[in-house]
């Protein structure tokens, strides 16, 4: 998959794409990802790309023609069949979930559009942008950190980036739920606190059973809305159900 990113600031993604294990995600013929300085389509003799809003305020907003400019030549670049959606990063968008990343990792690719000071003349956004984004009801100054996570998100599901294919079957949310605490070495702490000896019995099925009922005991307790939408998928068994009543007739 191809990944283009339009940015005032492509020196922020350099770190992300060569650290970690998402490092393995950005090798060649996995996710490519292209990033276009929005300086270099900017108006000579200055290469301006921002100027003051109309009817006055604060700040300065991102001009249409250097952000055409930059789009056109992305497009050009990908010579794409289906144009690849452009996505740009708001507050105002559509709140980013692990499905909808799930969505991203199995299309073509994306154009991820980073605006910064007040955001995007308007008339850009009506007529190119398909799809704001937020990663959460707080204020960042540019949409470069949501569209790095965005592509990290996107990196871990690329096959073979994570070492065991089942970490991201267990994991949060691709089960619908949060998921179960983890322990290590050592089994007693100076303290005193031990690891539950349920992960200790060497009894999978013991052991799976346990974890089940940690993701489902910490998603009712933290997040009931997403244990109804797990629900409502079908995603809990009978035994779940069995699970969480006899919690609730314990809390009573
Ligand atoms: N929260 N989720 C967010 C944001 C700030 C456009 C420049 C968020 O996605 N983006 O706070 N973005 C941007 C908004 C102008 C600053």
């Known amino acids: 998959m191809r990944i283009d990113v339009i940015t005032l600031f492509p020196e922020l993604f350099s770190a992300h794409l060569v650290h970690g294990v998402t490092r393995r995600a950005f090798e060649p013929g996995r996710v490519d990802v292209h990033l276009w300085p929005l300086r270099d389509f900017g108006d000579p003799p ?29 497009r050009a670049a990908r010579a794409e069949t289906t144009p690849a959606p452009l996505v740009s ?15 991203f990792a199995a299309g073509a690719g994306a154009i991820l559009l980073c605006a910064r000071y007040e ?11 398909d799809c704001e984004l937020s990663i959460g009801d707080y204020v960042l100054s540019g949409g470069e950190l949501p569209a790095l996570v965005l592509l990290d998100a996107l990196a871990r599901l690329q096959p073979g980036v994570l070492g ?13 739920l949060l998921d179960h605490p983890h322990y290590s070495r050592p089994e007693r702490l100076a303290d005193g606190t031990a690891v539950p ?18 993701a489902l005991r910490l ?12 629900r409502a998928e079908g995603l809990l068994a009978p035994a779940d159900e069995e699970f969480l009543a006899s919690r609730r007739r314990r809390t009573l």
Request: no cysteine; charged share 30%.
């Open 46 to 74: 200055h290469a301006r790309v921002d100027d003051r809003p109309y009817g006055g305020g604060p700040g300065m907003v991102l001009l249409v023609e250097p952000l055409e400019r930059a789009l056109a030549a992305v």
């Open 219 to 230: 998603t009712a307790e933290r997040r009931p809305e997403l244990l109804e939408a797990a």
């Open 164 to 176: 065991d294919a089942r970490s991201h079957q267990q994991d949060s949310f691709s089960a619908g």
């Open 89 to 103: 990063f708001s507050p105002a968008g559509t709140l980013l979930r692990q499905a909808t990343v799930a969505r």
């Open 197 to 214: 000896e349920e992960l200790l019995s060497g009894n999978h099925a013991a052991i799976d059973e346990w974890r089940r009922r940690q």
């Open 119 to 129: 955001g995007i003349d308007q008339r850009f956004v009506d007529a190119h942008v």
